[in-house]
């Protein structure tokens, strides 16, 4: 295939969403949507007669954010209606074709009639469908079909497009909606035989799999594409094979988006679009399709540093704590207050370069200490940084000084940045060119800790998926099955996201509901999502514990009873539990291996380290693990919620 010109597919990519699926007043639901990169916008009419603004008006405000309107809708209950009720349809469609002139649209979406009263039969439907054709070509209009998972008559797409193709009229289409096709489990394989040009709209939406009434499933759960489980980049595959190349308009309904930020919507829906086609892209080289050219899912090989940002006065307690787990203080930046401390191949940088304006400075006066930044270890850091920017992730740059790299960077959770690195001289040389060792490695040096084994990101619930969708989209990663952890003050949601095929980058994402868990309040302290763990690797546990013990680092103490329930629930030796007990380490298995953990004490507002062996295939974080953490933790507090000092 010819190269694509990045920006020319990007701009004919028409990409669209119904109003009705993101938060705000109207005008604000616009600004947000033409400031994501849609091109156009579906109207429910609800959404301007609740707002109060006119057709005549909803068009210009559409125009002046430079958005088409692709669709107006719904209309509910047309085809197959016995006298009079038939022409009261018609007469309520005509009526809509006049506010459709005023809106400057020329489709509406008709979905399959869902009264008790409407009489079946397809060839009833598709006559009703050629005479409303007519009214329409009169009016300049179309009209697009929909089945309902829930119509009484029609609920799959099978048979609106027989109807459509017995209607037989230039006016008449279908309308492709995925989750009506996805929900109902319809090989989304037999849209492959519709003529393209018969495809008057195509709606995206996915969902998490509920066992569920459809039509509660679908007005409340829907997400962005990618976000869910059901195979909608097979559906747009099937889609894409017949030609079609309108607009892909999504269509959410979902309770927590609409109290969600509009903006950060908009944004997660076409970054779920522009994800979407880039899949569809490479899984069908042999079909034209629109979409943004850019280097596929990137490889992780793992993290290459995490960076502190605090202030001087608090750098001693955290190289203190940092001592305790066995790292050295090995070199320290050349122009700037940057301190590196490493052990194994990790990196931990501390950056109390707080007088500056540095980007470092600004997320300390508004976090206080805090992981704001980590680096990750991919083939071609360019290509990374090129692919998270046609995602719509924000890149990032600071002035530098003579000497120093610049190292390809993004603003991600939280505003916290990710750096790419890579084998390229200018960025593997930095800790040899921007660094410079000092010594002052005692000969005890060393716990035997070897790699990042994860990161653990916090953030509000409702921000979840936005961050799921942003790490998943940009790398090649797969994501686990959510688990609730209970936490006295709330329910904690937990989800990792690993690197395919190698899991040499995991990152666990906890969703926080409330201010009262322990993952809330580290939110509420630290005034917003970041890193709240790092775990660190070994390979052998036991010997780890009592190098740690040797250098003053203090385990978080864990409660007997623990090892009680432990000893009963695995049958395990006594003499294995003690020596858990007696090192304070927490144990998991499955059955592709054994896990173990040790946690530090809370650091500022609630960080802490997390020391893991994984032996066999274990794939777990020891979620099970974490209602005796968070216990453990909050025995520790103090009665304000701050860690005890
Ligand atoms: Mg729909
Ligand atoms: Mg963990």
Known sequence: ??????????????????????????????????????????????DFLTYDASPREVSRMAADHGLDITLFQPFRDFEGMPEPHRARAFDRAQRKFDIMGELGTDLILICSNVSPISLGGIDRAAADFYELGELAARHGVRVGYEALAWGRHVSDHRDAWEVVRRADHANVGIILDSFHTLSRKIDPNSIRSIPGDKIFIVQL???????MDLLYWSRHFRNMPGEGDLPVVDFMRAVAATGYNGPLSLEIFNDQFRGGSARALAEDGHRSLVYIMDQVRRLEPDIAITAPDMPDRIHTQGVEFVEFTTAAEDKDDLGAL??????????RHRNRDVDLYTQGDIRIVINTDTQSDSFA?????????????????????????????????????EPRQPGEAAVPAIQGVGNGVVYFLDDTPALSG?????FVAIDEKSEAAGAGLTRIDHLAQTTRYDEMLTWLLFYTSIFSTRRTPMVDVVDPGGLVRSQAIESVPEPAFRLTMNGADSRKTFAGKFLAEGFGTSIQHIALATDDIFATAKQLEARGFQALPISRNYYDDLEARFGLEPEFSDALRAASILYDRDDNGEYFQIYSRTFGEGFFFEVVERRGAYAGYGAMNAPFRIAAQRRLLRPDGMPKS
Do not use: C, Q
Not at 28 to 35: D, M, N, Q, R
Not at 323 to 331: D, Y
Not at 384 to 389: C, V
Not at 430 to 434: A, F, G, S
């Open 322 to 331: 940092l001592s305790t787990l066995g790292f050295s203080r090995s070199a």
């Open 205 to 211: 939406a996915d969902a998490p799999l509920f066992d």
């Open 361 to 397: 400075s600004a997320s300390y006066s508004v976090h206080g200490t805090n992981a704001y930044a980590f680096g990750i270890k991919v083939e071609n850091a360019a290509d990374a940084l090129k692919r998270a920017a046609a995602l719509g992730a924000p890149t990032f740059a």
């Open 430 to 434: 930095i800790w040899d060119n921007e």
């Open 1 to 46: 295939m010819a190269p694509v010109d990045t920006a020319r597919a990007r701009a004919a990519m028409k990409t669209s969403i119904a109003t009705v699926s993101i938060s705000g007043e109207f005008p604000e639901k616009l600004a947000a949507i033409a400031k994501a990169g849609f091109t156009g916008v579906e109207i429910f009419e609800n």
